[in-house]
Nanobody, 120 residues
Framework: QVRLEESGGGLVQPGGSLRLSCAAS????????MGWYRELPGKPRELVAT???????DYGDSVKGRFIISRDGANHRIFLQMNNLRPEDSAVYYC??????????????WGQGLQVTVSS
């Protein structure tokens, strides 16, 4: 079992920045898929940013040019740098990691969710 521990959410004014972090609870062999998603009340979870195994990023249309996904492979962490935040970015953000443990077992894990509120 691989748990994900998220940090970095909170309240920020429009135009501000936040950096979300997501760390695996244990050492893992490889990350096959990684990403950030967000959820608004009453709406389905939507893609914010993902990164392929070759480190190619992909972004949801609403965050392109403002958000940056990155990873620290050695420490099994992924990050989401969010710039020029807008009130409509307010949501619960979830990180997602899937890959192999050191025991060569597949895992597919989600973080507990972080509240991000953009408001003046």
């Amino acid at each position: 079992q691989v748990r994900l521990e998220e940090s970095g959410g909170g309240l920020v004014q429009p135009g501000g920045s936040l950096r979300l972090s997501c760390a695996a609870s244990r050492s893992i062999l490889s990350i096959e898929r990684m990403g950030w998603y967000r959820e608004l009340p009453g709406k389905p979870r939507e893609l914010v940013a993902t990164m392929a195994r070759d480190h190619t990023p992909d972004y949801g249309d609403s965050v392109k040019g403002r958000f940056i996904i990155s990873r620290d492979g050695a420490n099994h962490r992924i990050f989401l740098q969010m710039n020029n935040l807008r009130p409509e970015d307010s949501a619960v953000y979830y990180c997602h990691l899937a890959g192999l443990t050191n025991e060569f077992r597949g895992f597919d894990s989600w973080g507990q969710g972080l509240q991000v509120t953009v408001s003046s």
